[in-house]
């Protein structure tokens, strides 16, 4: 098995480039939402990962959520993902990147919480801070809270 991650691929006008794909849940629970700190940047972002290609996009959205918190999720069916696609730089290179978000619904919290739940507006503030890694969390985050306020 191999993570879809940096993986050589070509455009539809034959070109060669590099993509990365991931999926995660966004988790709501009274008009909050969970993030947690990356061990290795120190910077507040969303449960998920890159997708192994041995797994389907909403198996690694919670299996993400189990492996980087302990947390047992149930995907919302009648919510549809929200892709989020840009070009990132990463080890100097230019990569494509393709995220999958699903909101989610916490159906089993670990005894050791190592997340914490923000509102837009601290999000926003963290965002211009540069205490989030993409703007992806901001652009998930308004969406969700949209769609289920």
């Known amino acids: 098995m191999v993570d879809i991650y940096n993986l050589d691929a ?3 006008d034959g070109e060669k480039t590099k993509v990365t794909v991931a999926s995660g849940p966004v988790i709501i629970r009274d008009g ?3 993030l947690h700190k990356a061990p290795d940047t120190g910077k507040y972002q969303f449960i998920g990962g890159r997708v ?9 959205a919670v299996f993400k959520a189990l492996e980087d918190l302990g947390i047992k999720i149930k995907l919302v069916d009648d919510i549809d993902p929200l892709i989020v696609i840009g070009k990132i730089q990463r080890d ?18 670990p005894e050791e919480r190592k997340y ?3 509102t837009l ?25 949209k769609v289920t306020s």
Not at 52 to 60: A, K, P, Q, T
Not at 92 to 103: A, I, M, S, T, W
Not at 129 to 139: C, K, Q
């Open 116 to 118: 914490d739940w923000f």
């Open 92 to 109: 100097g290179k230019e990569d494509n990147l393709f995220l999958v978000h699903y909101l989610a619904k916490i159906v089993e919290e």
């Open 32 to 34: 909050k939402v969970l």
């Open 52 to 60: 192994d290609d041995g797994m389907s996009i909403r198996e690694n």
């Open 10 to 12: 070509l455009t539809l």
């Open 121 to 145: 507006d601290q999000i926003k503030k963290m965002t211009e801070e540069g205490m989030v890694p993409s703007a992806n969390v901001l652009i998930a985050s308004e969406h969700f809270l």
